[in-house]
Antibody, heavy 122, light 108 residues
C-alpha cells in the first residue's frame, strides 16, 4: 500500500524538543524529494522544510530556520523532522508529503500522511 | 515572498451547479501552481498541478486553467462530496512555497 504515516507528535513545553517521523511504504522512497507542511488549528497550510531525494539539499521556511532539522534514512524508508526550541506558534498538525515527480525537489505534493499533532504549551 | 490570494473566501452553491474558484499570485509563477482539496480532519488531496494537469484519480469535472498570476479551478457540476476547502499553492519561487488562504465551498 502506497502511504506515508507520521508519528511523534505530542504536547511539549515551550523551549523543549520533539522529533517527528514519517514512515513510507509502497514506493521507491530514495527516488523522491520529501517535504514537511504544517497547519495550525483552524488555519491554512504552511510549508516547513524539504530534503532532496539524495539528501544533499535541505531548505527551510524562515519561521523555523535554525530550530528545525529535516533528515531522511533511506534504509528505513523514514523521513524525520527534529523540532528544537519550540514556540507556542509552532502548534500545528505536521504533514509529511511527497512530490509528484521523482528526482525533483520543487513540485506539487501528490501524497500526504495523515498528520501528527504538535501542541506547544506551558 | 509570493503572496497567493484566493477568492472568494466562501462560495455557497447547490449540487449540480458550476463552481469557479480564483487564485491570484503577487508575481508570476508561470504554471507552477497546484490546487488541493481538504475535508475536515483529513489531509489535503492534490487535484491539479502544473496549473491544468489533473492528478491521478481526480474526476474530469475538476479542471484548472491560467498562467502567470491568474488561475482558476472549475468544478463543472458539483457533487455532494465536493464541498470542502480548496487551496492553491505556488512552487515556482523556491525555497519558499506559499499557499493561498483557502476558499470554503459550502452547500447553499
Amino acid at each position: 500500500q502506497v502511504q506515508l504515516v507520521e508519528s511523534g507528535g505530542g504536547v511539549v513545553q515551550p523551549g523543549r524538543s520533539l522529533r517527528l517521523s514519517c514512515a513510507a511504504s509502497g514506493f521507491t522512497f530514495r527516488s523522491y524529494g520529501l517535504h514537511w507542511v504544517r497547519q495550525s488549528p483552524g488555519k491554512g497550510l504552511e510549508w516547513v522544510a524539504v530534503v532532496s531525494y539524495d539528501g544533499d539539499h535541505k531548505y527551510y521556511a524562515d519561521s523555523v530556520k535554525g530550530r528545525f532539522t529535516i533528515s531522511r534514512d533511506d534504509s528505513k524508508k523514514t523521513l524525520y523532522l527534529q523540532l528544537n526550541s519550540l514556540r507556542v506558534e509552532d502548534t500545528a498538525v505536521y504533514y509529511c508529503t511527497r512530490v509528484v515527480v521523482p528526482g525533483v525537489i520543487w513540485d506539487a505534493f501528490d501524497m500526504w500522511g495523515q498528520g501528527t499533532m504538535v501542541t506547544v504549551s506551558s | 515572498e509570493i503572496v497567493m490570494t484566493q477568492s472568494p473566501a466562501t462560495l455557497s452553491l447547490s449540487p449540480g451547479e458550476r463552481a469557479t474558484l480564483s487564485c491570484r499570485a503577487s508575481q508570476s509563477v508561470s504554471t507552477n501552481l497546484a490546487w488541493y482539496q481538504q475535508k475536515p480532519g483529513l489531509a489535503p488531496r492534490l487535484l491539479i498541478y502544473g496549473a491544468s494537469i489533473r492528478a491521478t484519480g481526480i474526476p474530469a469535472r475538476f479542471s484548472g486553467s491560467g498562467s502567470g498570476t491568474e488561475f482558476t479551478l472549475t468544478i463543472s457540476s458539483l457533487q455532494s462530496e465536493d464541498f470542502a476547502i480548496y487551496y492553491c499553492q505556488q512552487f515556482n519561487k523556491w525555497p519558499m512555497y506559499t499557499f493561498g488562504q483557502g476558499t470554503k465551498l459550502e452547500i447553499k
